[in-house]
């Protein structure tokens, strides 16, 4: 019955009937915008009940990650041969360090909502070792590549909390994490004094991979305590295809009311495929690495 009422208001809101997968994201963002605009109301009204850093009404934090990454990309022209090339390929590092940040804001007792960024930026050159396409790249074996890759990742998760109390939370949800990634690779080849221009090839994508989420926290005084969530989904909606695995742990300790700091691990693997028809763009990446970051809370 609640489906059924979700998917009929989704409908009227866009003035059109609402399908799965193109639906699923346009339910997806009006109930967390609802959610958000009347939990505001009622956050700043809602009375710290202790000390305890969990019940924070915003919680801040900025660091660092310690990539192992690993990911592998390919652009097929319709009728072409699928050829995808890994990091290794394009002479990207899989061990990188890059940048973290977000927040969390308790909407009152029951509706929490986590807002994170992370990304990998890279850039390399290799010797190619067998012959690829890339869009307007025509790799052949031996040539020089340079090649660059932008990957930021944008995530919001709402969840409801079944579990409140002084010490623990529980809550699960439904979440969107927007890839904005971009991939350049352009070649030369080179024989004697004459170098050739292999050409340049870019694919850029902005893939919204929306998720199911579960959270908990355990508080075991009022300046330690552990996070974790974790969550995915694979579906199929217009001209993409992609699932989501997601998981993360956190430590973290409060040397002060407002400030602490946390370690932890995440662990993210995305797949994407996009295909208007006339090309595939796929992107399968992976990002599991620690993290170290400082945190304020008010």
């Excluded at 944008?154 to 010490?167: C, P």
């Excluded at 662990?267 to 090309?279: E, F, N, Q, T």
Aim: net charge negative; hydrophobic share 40%; aromatic share 12%.
């Amino acid at each position: 019955m609640r489906t059924a009422l979700l998917w009929s208001c989704a409908s009227s809101l866009y003035g059109q009937n609402v399908t799965k997968g193109d639906g699923l994201m346009k339910v997806l963002g009006v109930c967390m915008g609802m959610v958000c605009c009347l939990g505001l109301t009622s956050a700043w009204a809602f009375e710290q009940a202790s000390e305890n850093i969990l019940d924070k009404r915003l919680t801040l934090y900025g660091g660092a990650q310690a990539y192992q990454a690993d990911g592998k990309f390919g652009f097929i022209e319709e009728g072409e041969p699928d050829v995808k090339v890994d990091l290794d390929d394009l002479g990207l590092d899989e061990d990188e360090v890059s940048i973290i940040a977000g927040g969390i804001i308790n909407f009152g007792r029951k509706w929490t909502l986590r807002l994170d960024y992370f990304g990998y930026h890279d850039d390399g050159d290799q010797t190619a070792e067998f012959d690829f396409d890339f869009e307007d790249a025509h790799i052949t074996v031996g040539a020089h590549i340079e090649s660059s890759l932008d990957l930021d990742v944008y995530v919001a998760n709402l969840s409801y909390n079944l579990i409140h109390t002084d010490q623990a939370r529980f809550g699960v949800g439904l979440g969107v994490h927007l890839a904005d990634i971009d991939i350049e690779v352009s070649g030369t080849a080179t024989a004697g004094s004459i170098v050739t221009d292999l050409g340049t090839g870019k694919a850029d994508v902005l893939a919204p991979l929306p998720n199911f989420y579960v959270t908990g926290a355990y508080s075991f005084t009022d300046r330690l305590l552990v996070r974790s969530s974790a969550g995915g989904m694979s579906m199929s909606y217009g001209d993409w295809d992609g699932s989501l695995i997601f998981a993360n742990a956190f430590l973290e300790y409060w040397p002060f009311q407002n400030a602490g700091f946390g370690v932890g691990y995440k662990y993210l693997h995305a797949d994407v495929d996009y295909d208007p028809g006339s090309k595939k763009e796929t992107y399968d990446v992976k990002l599991p690495g620690p993290v170290f970051y400082v945190t304020a809370g008010f």
